[in-house]
């Protein structure tokens, strides 16, 4: 009796470890086929209006998951003609006129820019006009990861860490 327990309990053994149930549903794609993305907005000018100051405002078409993050970067300068100087909004600038501040929000349908500040920004018009702006899009699910999260602040490092390649940057003017 032991003899023909032991035969079943290794026949049944057998048996259910080869048997396959249903597929499982689809996993996520690996990084390269997340929608990082990187968009600029080139030479465009804060608008005005007594409610909300100066901003710039854009639709994002197609919409980001609600899980995404949008980062913001100023062109503030360059190095030579091929080295851009990217700096992370927002950002308080100190100024002989008083401080100036670029800040943002954004949704999954759109984003806004506003530029304001201790004193008339119009007294400094090279501050609000003639912009440069780059937009990145992270998914989610990349900024949930714990580690080897990069210095957000640092454009390049941010660009890197998400394998973005920003050779060809679509313009949203």
Do not use: H, W
């Given at each position: 009796m032991?003899?023909?327990?032991?035969?079943?309990?290794?026949?049944s053994?057998?048996?259910?470890?080869s048997?396959?149930?249903?597929?499982?549903?689809p996993g996520l794609d690996g990084q390269?086929?997340?929608?990082?993305?990187?968009?600029e907005?080139?030479?465009?000018?804060?608008g005005f209006n007594?409610?909300?100051?100066y901003?710039?405002?854009?639709?994002l078409n197609p919409?980001?998951?609600?899980?995404?993050?949008l980062?913001?970067?100023?062109?503030?300068?360059?190095?030579?003609s091929?080295?851009?100087?990217w700096?992370?909004i927002?950002?308080?600038?100190?100024l002989?006129?008083g401080?100036l501040?670029?800040?943002?929000?954004f949704?999954?349908q759109?984003?806004?820019?506003f530029?304001?500040?201790?004193?008339?920004l119009?007294?400094?018009p090279?501050?609000?006009?003639g912009q440069?702006?780059?937009?990145v899009?992270?998914?989610?699910?990349?900024?949930?990861?714990?580690?080897n999260?990069?210095?957000?602040?640092?454009?390049?490092?941010?660009?890197?860490a998400?394998?973005?390649?920003?050779?060809n940057v679509?313009?949203?003017n």
């Open positions: 032991k003899k023909r327990i032991i035969l079943m309990t290794i026949f053994m057998l048996f259910l470890s048997c396959e149930g249903p597929q499982g549903p390269d086929g997340l929608l990082s993305e990187v968009f907005l080139r030479n465009i000018n804060f007594a409610t909300d100051g901003t710039i405002y854009r639709t919409q980001i998951a609600s899980s995404d993050v980062l913001i970067y100023r062109l503030s300068g360059t190095i030579n091929s080295t851009p100087i700096q992370q927002p950002r308080t600038l100190f002989p006129e401080e501040d670029y800040d943002f929000d949704s999954k759109d984003f806004t820019i530029a304001g500040g201790t004193y008339n119009a007294l400094t090279s501050y609000i006009n440069t702006f780059r937009i899009i992270v998914p989610g699910i990349l900024t949930n990861k714990s580690a999260k990069p210095d957000f602040s640092n454009y390049y490092a941010v660009i890197k998400y394998n973005i390649d920003d050779s679509k313009v949203l």
